[in-house]
C-alpha cells in the first residue's frame, strides 16, 4: 500500500513540474515535504540530467568558464556570487578553493552524491544550472551559466556546460 502511495506522490510531482516547470526548486520541496532531488527528478526528461556526484572534477571543469553565478539557497537566505569560480583541490577532508579573497573556502565534497544538470525557462528566461546533491537529497549549491549583455546565455559555457553534462552525466540510449 505504502508503495501505491508514493508512485501517486511521485505521478503528482511529476505532473506539478511538468505543468510549473520554472518553480523554484526548493520552495516546491518544502511545500511538498520532499527532497530538491525528488523535485530535479520530477522535471521533464528534457530539462534534466543527473549523473554521479564528480565533485572535484565539475569544479575544476567550472573553475575555467570565467563569470558564472553560484546560489546558496537556505530557508534562511539565498546567497548569490557572481564571478569566476576559483580553482580548488582536495586536502584535508575538503574541496578547497584556493584564492584568498572574493569566493573562498572548504566544501564537504564527499557529501556530494549526484551532479544534475538543468536547463528550464526561469522568470521568463532560459536557464541553464548545475545543481550539486549531497548524500541527503539536498541541495548543496547550484552553479548558473552566465549571461552576456543582452542577458542571453554565454553560448561559450553553454557548449561547456553541455561537454560537462555529456561527461558526467551521459543521456541513456
Known sequence: M????QNAELAGLKA??????????????RERKVTPRAVLEALPERMVRIGAGEFAAAMQ???????????VHTDDAIFEFTGAIPNGEVGRGYFNLMQPKGLHGHL?????AAIAFVERHFMGKMSAFIAFINRDGGIMFKVFVGR??????????????HALADRLAPQAG
Open 61 to 71: 571543469d567550472i573553475a575555467e568558464w570565467g563569470e558564472v553565478t553560484l546560489i
Open 108 to 112: 564537504r565534497h564527499e557529501r556530494c
Open 2 to 5: 505504502e508503495a501505491v502511495v
Open 16 to 29: 506539478y513540474m511538468a505543468d510549473n516547470p520554472g518553480a523554484v526548486i526548493e520552495d516546491v520541496a
Open 148 to 161: 552576456d549583455e543582452t542577458r542571453a546565455l554565454r553560448g561559450d559555457q553553454l557548449v561547456r556546460f
